[in-house]
């Protein structure tokens, strides 16, 4: 049996050619992301007072408690329409969602204390659908209406309509938005969110921005939902879809005489992949973001060792990898000197779907980009040869040992409260296939947020809304034992969370990895038959979802919500009366068209 190098490098000869056949525009619109003229990113944005020489002052990465926001009083603004176009970001023509006619989407780029302000233009038809955008791991402190999630904060914004999101830049580093209706970012309405900070103290030369790796799927977004709640028994049952491609940066290859003989879609072999140029002898930064709807992803460049040093929004202790592991919605910020070879050489750069059954089903694994030193030929291929790293098939992130902040904080010994979450599944009385947390299978209200019922002292929910009460409790700690056949990116919004363990098998109830300073972030995997224990302080008053970032996996209903503080959100929050009026529009808009929710909704 051949190995998975020699797989990868027989595709690679055969199908991976780097003069593009179709031109930037067809594949990723006016997006310049994966191209020789991408844009680098500076240090931080310098049209805005600088104390001391910085933005943020004298608050440092290694020194400064990341709750120590700086109120900077810039305003970032930003417009963005989202409707359907036409790319072929492999060559496959498909009706995507776009934010400003780019794949992906426009870069939103801010000093840490900056407040940004996007306004959201819905002007999706063929058909129409509401939508909304998520601010992928920032607090939402003193905002939690602006978070994004229809059904929890906010009403969808209905076609036709807009909308203005106001929050601060409360965490530094490497994030992304996406859109939160149903499985919809799926389809390309996500794009960079870029937040400068205090500097690493391990340098480097040149930031070469978002990195953007993700799984792709031929069919629209809603077909692959219908697909994914065929009734058990049928022939078609399949809940976990396959993707039929990888990108990075939005781009990559695909052989269009693989496509079924009936789909008469227009499709171009070749179309083209991403290209990135290193300086001999200089180290450069990138930030890696899996924003694919389900692929566990792996990354590497040929001969080339990665120093990771900030996971999600938090700065880590420096560790040296050859590949870097990422599920749905993690990020990671990786060190890359180009020290092989001489100025002529070239690499290939890979993001393969981990090719463990739980971890990716896809029926193109693998997705490369040329690095080209810069005396290399660009019209011409790498020849590299990729790391002997086997898959260890687990969909776990790297080592908690080995992924320590920065910053030191340590949490709570003895959390106010620990609750069990565990993840499970099971088929329903309609034969379709759900998933569970806590118990319970999720559907979204979109009429009815529960933010807003809070505000209005309603606490008693629809059980499929799913909402628990964590009340005045300081510290929750909570056990997620996964009793399912898959892995899953576990994302929560509203903090920045310690992961305090993770495993295999159920939690033992007493271990704690790093107890003095465990790893923080928004976003961790659970293997299959696994676990993970996280932590966080219940000091940030909203209505905060704990979901499975693999789309499908939310659209079969694996997502709670945990309402924090009710007391102050119903006596001390001042919603914006905005909120109100963009479920007014909403109502409206669905007294007239009835809004076919085939999944969870989000």
Known sequence: MPSVNSLIDGILKGAFYVIPALSQEKTNGVSLLGTLNAPTLQPFLTNNPLPYGYPWGKRTSIGTNPNDIPNTGVIRKYDFTIKRSVVAPDGYEKPAILINGQFPGPQIEANWGDTIQVTVRNQITGPEEGTSLHWHGLLQRETPWFDGVPSVQQCPIAPGGKFTYTFKADSYGTSWYHAHYSAQYSDGAFGPMIIHGPAHPLKHDVDLGPVFLSDWYHLPYRRVVEGIFVPFGKPDFNPAPYSDNQLINGKMNFDCSTKPANDTNKCTSNAGISKFRFKKGKTYKLRLINSGAADLTRFSIDGHNLTVVANDYTPIQPYITKVVTLGVGQRADVLVTANQGDSKSAFWMRSNASIAVPCANSHQPFAVAAVYYDSADTTKAPTSTAWDVPDPGQCRNDPLEVTVPLYPIKPAAVPSLTKNVDI??????????????????????????????????????????????????????????????????????????????????????????????PQRRDTQQVAASGHIVIQYENDNPGVWPLHCHIAWHASHGLYINFLERPNDIKNHMKIPAIMAQTCRDWWAYTKSDVVDQIDSGL
Do not use: C
């Open 424 to 517: 499970t599944f099971g088929i329903n009385a309609s034969n379709n296939f759900e998933y569970y947390l806590d118990g319970q299978h999720f559907r979204a209200n979109y009429n009815n947020p529960v933010l807003l019922l809070a505000n209005q002292g309603n606490l008693t929910y629809e059980a499929d809304w799913n909402v628990r009460n964590f009340g005045t409790n300081e510290s929750i700690r909570l056990i997620i034992n996964n009793l399912s056949l898959a892995g899953h990116p576990m994302h929560l919004h509203g903090h920045n969370f310690h992961v305090v363990h993770e495993g295999m098998g159920n939690y033992d109830g007493v271990s704690v990895i790093n107890p003095e300073n």
